[in-house]
Structures are given as structure tokens and as C-alpha cells.
């Protein structure tokens, strides 16, 4: 079994014919993870035993004629999703013995079809960074060069698929997260629309952000994954509606790209390579147009304004009481305060206290309030330019998507990005996604050199609110020309 070339179509139909069996997969994976997970540090938690036995439950399923898309696929979950009765510490030492009480949604609904669930992965500390450097347990390695970050902050979840240490994974993706990590690995990472995917059982960054997602090999298979973990939940207050679904690329195949953007903080060989795969969808009857989306220049700076407020308010649960660790101490005000400060690693704390400050009094208005009014401008940009007749003034009729590289540069070197703002400025491709709720794409597309090594590089597609079909027309035909 040559797990390398493993996709998920390509198991379920092995394993519909009984040419091996879930048990002979997830043991080719156990040995993978057991030879390589030391040197990557994809995974934080292995589950050799519950994974054996979930697979044999796979084959009785197989055996009866009752597999399902993912029945015996073995996929590892981010460690920010929880599954009952297991470890879920989001990267951070507050909640390195919490475990969880409930299975998330998306949880439920893979168990359901019988998915083999291989460990928990590593990740940025609550999901907050691009590189995963800011996990509490130690940084997970680019399996293309072991110098250099993953990304983040599901660098755990894409590493792992990427060395094919899982056949898919679950990320989350509030800014990026599965995109960006997806770009430097080499692998497929997808974002759907806001409210697609439940968040139920999600640990929460910045809620009206976040969105899980996979993370597989090939568009097909984020597809596949996409179909099982998607749909309506009344657990979670923004479920999308399953009729909010749109599909299908007009017969234009029209793809705007909104060049202004593209002038300055972009390495050359990573616009060339962008440049390059455009050319190759042209060459398969694409129309490439240039549009103008004038608020993009400002999602950074609403971004870093609104999902630390968010995230302020949503770790403000973890105080020693409720949640994990809990540092004794003389009084309840200084066991909050010691079991934060000694639970929170320093990232974190850089978010709550700047979280806290555009949220207060005197300066909600300044920064909160208006972040919140241009996002819903950067939102009206993007709509504008999906609908058709709204185009004109941004360059042209409607698109069916819109193309960005996933990130500006490739992977960098541990500690190369050691200042926060330094690492901010590498979201600038894919944050306007989450501030908008489109969903979006991150395909492979070629690689730039860096000291002798061929470093992946992500191409990004984004669409139309509930339109996830086109992302994987078009995925589909990036995919094919390479
Ligand atoms: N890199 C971004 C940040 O640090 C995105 C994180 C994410 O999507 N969870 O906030």
C-alpha cells in the first residue's frame, strides 16, 4: 500500500473490494505515524487502540454492504474540535488535561459514518497564529523542509496529511487557518461558507469567523469530506439553512482578479507562479478579468481588530473554575488571575489585551464599532462583485470567482517571524475571506525555490456565499494542470 498516492475515492473503492481492509489501513498509518509523527510533530495525541478497534467496526460495516463515503477512512481531527471523553487542549496548557464532555457536530457525523479517528493535532495556542510555533507543546515541521513552519495554525492537521501520517484532516479556519497551513504543505485545504459547517463543538475563536473545514489531498476529496461534515444544526445559532446552497459556474467561466492588491508585500516568484496558474486556466477556456475590490486594503486592519475582540470574549470561560488548569490561590480574583497568566501563553495574551482595548469604553467606537462598519463594506465588495449587473463599477460584469494567491510568501524559517506584526501581514491573502464568509479554496500550484528546496505554493479561489460547487469546478481544472 503506497500511502502516498492514497486519496480518499481511491481507498473507499479498495476497500469496497475488499482488496485490503480498514483494519490494513489504519495499521499502514499507525506504522507511518509511528516512524515519521516524531520528527514532524504533526500529531499531539495518538489513538493506536480506539483506532484499531473503530476499524474493525468499519469493516463489519463494509462487509455488511453499509459503507458510506468515509467508512474505514482514516483522518485526524485538530485539537480544538472535540470528541467525547478525549483530550481537547487547543494547543494550550490551560486545557492540557481538560477533556471534552461532547462530541462535536462534525464529530457526530463522521463517527456516524464509520471514519477512523487517528489522534489529535497540533496548533497554533486557541488557534491564534500562522505558523503553529505558538503551540504550548512544541511546533510542528514542514514535511517538504523540516527547517521551516507548516504554517498555522492547523499546521498540525495539514502536516499530517501532507507526510501522510492521515488520509484527511479536520482544521479550523477563522483568518486562514486551513488555507494558509494548506499553501505550505502542499495539500488541499478548503473554508466554506460562514454557517456551513456547524460550530458546534468548535472551541471558539472569533465566532463570527470561524469555520471547520478539510484539509485532504485532492479537491475530490475535500469534496467528499466537505458533503459528511456539512448541513444544517439547530446546535449552532448561525447554521446555514441547507437550501442557502448555490451551485454551478455560469457557462462564462469568468475569474476575477483584483490586481491592485497584488502590487506590493508579495514575493516575485510567488506572484509569477500565481500569474502562471491563471495562464493555465486561460489555456482551459477561462476568462481572466481584472476587478476592483477597494476595501480589500483594509481587512488586515479589521481583522486584527475584530477577532481579538471576539476572542477576548470567548476566553474569557477559561478563569480556573469552569475549564483545565486552576492555580490555587487566597481569593477567586487571584485565581483567575494567576490561572490565566500562568495558563494563556504570550500570544494569547497579546490578543485578550488588545481584544479588551477596542472593546472599552472610550474606544468601542473608534476601533470595534468601525471595523464592524467596514467589514460589512469589504462583505458588499465581494457580493457586488458575485452578482451579476453590480460588477461595472469594480471592473466589469460578475465573476463566478475570484483568484489570490492563498499566502504572499512561502514557508519561513522557525522564529523568522518572531515580531506579531510580521506574521499578521502574511494573513493579507486570506482574511478578507472570513470577514466576507465566502468560502474558499486552497489548491497546490507549483513551488518557488528557497536555499535548494522546492517550497509548495497555494493558488486560492474564493466564491460566492453558499456557491462551494464552483470552488471545486475550478479546483478541479488547477489541479489538472499540474
Ligand atoms: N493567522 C491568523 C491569525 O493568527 C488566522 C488564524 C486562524 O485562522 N485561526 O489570527
Known amino acids: 500500500m503506497d500511502l502516498s498516492k492514497l486519496t480518499i475515492s481511491k481507498a473507499r473503492k479498495a476497500l469496497d473490494a475488499k482488496e485490503y481492509s480498514a483494519l490494513e489501513l489504519t495499521n499502514a498509518y499507525l506504522t507511518a505515524i509511528a516512524e515519521k509523527n516524531p520528527e514532524i510533530h504533526a500529531y499531539l495525541e495518538v489513538w493506536e487502540d480506539s483506532a484499531r478497534e473503530e476499524a474493525k467496526v468499519a469493516d463489519a460495516m463494509i462487509a455488511r454492504g453499509e459503507s458510506q463515503p468515509l467508512t474505514g477512512i482514516p483522518i485526524a481531527v485538530k485539537d480544538n474540535i472535540l470528541i467525547e471523553g478525549r483530550t481537547a487542549s487547543a494547543g494550550s496548557k490551560i486545557l492540557e488535561n481538560y477533556k471534552a464532555t461532547y462530541d462535536a457536530t462534525v464529530v457526530t457525523k463522521l463517527k456516524n459514518q464509520g471514519a477512523v479517528f487517528l489522534g489529535r493535532t497540533n496548533m497554533d495556542e486557541f488557534a491564534m497564529g500562522g505558523s503553529t510555533e505558538n503551540s504550548a507543546f512544541g511546533p510542528t515541521r514542514n514535511p517538504h523542509d523540516t527547517s521551516r513552519v507548516p504554517g498555522g495554525s492547523s499546521g498540525g492537521s495539514v502536516a499530517a496529511v501532507a507526510a501522510n501520517l492521515a488520509l484527511a484532516a479536520l482544521g479550523s479556519d477563522t483568518g486562514g487557518s486551513i488555507r494558509q497551513p494548506a499553501g505550505f504543505c502542499g495539500v488541499v485545504g478548503f473554508k466554506p461558507t460562514y454557517g456551513k459547517v456547524s460550530r458546534f463543538g468548535l472551541m471558539a475563536m472569533g465566532s463570527s469567523l470561524d469555520q471547520i473545514g478539510p484539509v485532504t489531498k485532492t479537491v475530490e476529496d475535500a469534496r467528499i469530506m466537505l458533503e459528511a461534515i456539512a448541513g444544517y444544526d439547530a446546535k449552532d445559532s448561525t447554521s446555514l439553512a441547507d437550501s442557502a446552497t448555490r451551485s454551478g459556474t455560469s457557462l462564462e467561466k469568468v475569474i476575477g482578479v483584483p490586481r491592485e492588491y497584488l502590487r506590493e508585500g508579495i514575493d516575485a516568484d510567488v506572484l509569477q507562479s500565481f500569474e502562471a496558474t491563471l495562464a493555465r486556466l486561460r489555456a482551459q477556456g477561462y476568462e481572466i478579468r481584472d476587478i476592483k475590490l477597494p476595501s480589500l486594503t483594509y481587512s488586515l486592519a479589521v481583522y486584527y481588530i475584530i477577532m481579538p475582540a471576539e476572542s477576548s470574549t470567548n476566553l474569557a470561560r477559561f478563569d480556573g473554575v469552569r475549564y483545565g488548569l486552576s492555580v490555587p490561590a487566597a481569593t477567586i480574583q487571584e485565581v483567575y488571575t494567576k490561572t490565566r497568566g500562568e495558563g494563556f501563553g504570550p500570544e494569547v495574551r497579546r490578543r485578550i489585551l488588545v481584544g479588551t482595548?477596542?472593546?472599552?469604553?472610550?474606544?468601542?467606537?473608534?476601533?470595534?464599532?468601525?471595523?464592524?462598519?467596514?467589514?460589512?463594506?469589504?462583505?458588499?465588495?465581494?457580493?457586488?462583485?458575485?452578482?451579476?449587473?453590480?460588477?461595472?463599477?469594480?471592473?466589469?460584469?460578475?465573476?463566478?470567482?475570484?483568484?489570490?494567491?492563498?499566502?504572499?510568501?512561502?514557508?519561513?524559517?522557525?522564529?523568522?517571524?518572531?515580531?506579531?506584526?510580521?506574521?499578521?501581514?502574511?494573513?493579507?491573502?486570506?482574511?478578507?475571506?472570513?470577514?466576507?464568509?465566502?468560502?474558499?479554496?486552497s489548491v497546490p500550484s507549483g513551488a518557488v525555490v528557497r536555499e535548494g528546496k522546492d517550497l509548495p505554493v497555494g493558488f486560492q479561489i474564493i466564491g460566492a456565499h453558499g456557491n462551494e460547487e464552483t470552488l471545486f469546478t475550478i479546483g478541479k481544472d488547477v489541479e489538472r494542470g499540474f
Open 357 to 441: 482595548f477596542v472593546l472599552s469604553s472610550g474606544y468601542v467606537d473608534a476601533y470595534y464599532r468601525k471595523a464592524r462598519a467596514v467589514r460589512e463594506i469589504i462583505r458588499a465588495d465581494f457580493a457586488r462583485a458575485f452578482s451579476a449587473g453590480g460588477g461595472s463599477s469594480l471592473g466589469g460584469e460578475s465573476v463566478d470567482a475570484i483568484a489570490l494567491p492563498t499566502s504572499p510568501v512561502p514557508p519561513w524559517k522557525f522564529a523568522e517571524k518572531a515580531v506579531p506584526l510580521a506574521m499578521y501581514a502574511a494573513d493579507i491573502f486570506t482574511v478578507p475571506v472570513n470577514l466576507a464568509g465566502v468560502p474558499a479554496i
